[in-house]
């Protein structure tokens, strides 16, 4: 799926930005080397060694901290899940108790990602990727969207806006449409009008209430 694959083991892997610091554990190394690698090369693309490699250790201290590959890609999954979480903390902290104010937060943050997620979202291209029944990153996958639609659900309905459910699947939807849409064709393809999308379909449940 991924054009930019680089060899299974034993690659040559340009140092990251996040594992530059020397006091950095060996552990956190190789999850922020392989954040970064699964994001720009696939889960599939990007061997162990590589990872180990890119982390400035070896496949043995690796192992040593997760047991198998599967396991540190539900690490990486885990911390995508945190960065994108504390989205909800910062919305509370800006707009406190006013959901309406909120739910524009939310779109607008939405739309800052979109700018900055040349790959797209890192759990729905891994739900793309380990297509195979029963691997432990679907759960965690599963979780996190289910939280996140329930979030944008519940703000939905303290704004008093009518059908919240529809209007969270509609929300949720457009994101997820609009992540795929700038992958194939850009930033001047229907990507560009996510923010118009997401307002024209909460003023429609504005007038609703109001009818």
Same mark, same amino acid.
């Given at each position: 799926?991924?054009?930019?694959?680089?060899?299974?083991?034993?690659?040559?892997?340009?140092?990251? $930005?996040?594992? $530059?610091? &020397?006091?950095?554990?060996?552990?956190?190394?190789?999850?922020?080397?392989?954040?970064?690698?699964?994001?720009?090369?696939?889960?599939?693309?990007?061997?162990?060694?590589?990872? &180990?490699?890119?982390?400035?250790?070896?496949?043995?201290?690796?192992?040593?901290? %997760?047991?198998?590959?599967?396991?540190?890609?539900?690490?990486?999954?885990?911390?995508?899940?945190?960065?994108?979480? &504390?989205?909800?903390?910062?919305?509370?902290?800006?707009?406190?108790?006013?959901?309406?104010?909120?739910?524009?937060?939310?779109?607008?943050?939405?739309?800052?990602?979109?700018?900055?997620?040349?790959?797209?979202?890192?759990? $729905?291209? &891994? $739900?793309?990727?380990?297509?195979?029944?029963?691997?432990? *990153?679907?759960?965690?996958?599963?979780?996190?969207?289910?939280?996140?639609?329930?979030?944008?659900?519940?703000?939905?309905?303290?704004?008093?806006?009518?059908?919240?459910?529809?209007?969270?699947?509609?929300?949720?939807?457009?994101?997820?449409?609009?992540?795929?849409?700038?992958?194939?064709?850009?930033?001047?393809?229907? *990507?560009?009008? %996510?923010?118009?999308?997401?307002?024209?379909?909460?003023?429609?449940?504005?007038?609703?209430?109001?009818?």
């Amino acid at each position: 799926m991924n054009a930019n694959k680089a060899p299974e083991g034993g690659a040559i892997v340009k140092k990251t $930005a996040c594992n $530059a610091e &020397a006091k950095t554990s060996p552990r956190d190394r190789i999850v922020s080397s392989a954040c970064a690698l699964f994001r720009t090369h696939g889960i599939r693309g990007i061997g162990v060694d590589a990872i &180990a490699q890119a982390a400035e250790t070896n496949k043995m201290t690796l192992y040593r901290h %997760f047991g198998s590959k599967d396991d540190l890609v539900c690490e990486t999954l885990k911390v995508a899940s945190a960065q994108a979480a &504390a989205l909800w903390d910062d919305l509370e902290n800006r707009f406190p108790d006013n959901p309406r104010a909120q739910i524009d937060g939310w779109v607008a943050g939405r739309a800052d990602c979109l700018a900055s997620e040349p790959h797209g979202c890192d759990l $729905a291209n &891994a $739900a793309v990727e380990l297509k195979e029944d029963g691997h432990p *990153a679907h759960v965690l996958i599963d979780r996190f969207k289910t939280e996140q639609r329930r979030r944008l659900e519940d703000l939905c309905r303290a704004a008093g806006l009518s059908d919240p459910e529809l209007l969270a699947d509609t929300l949720s939807m457009l994101l997820e449409g609009a992540r795929v849409s700038r992958i194939a064709t850009g930033d001047h393809g229907p *990507a560009a009008r %996510f923010e118009r999308a997401c307002h024209a379909a909460i003023a429609g449940h504005e007038r609703s209430k109001a009818g």
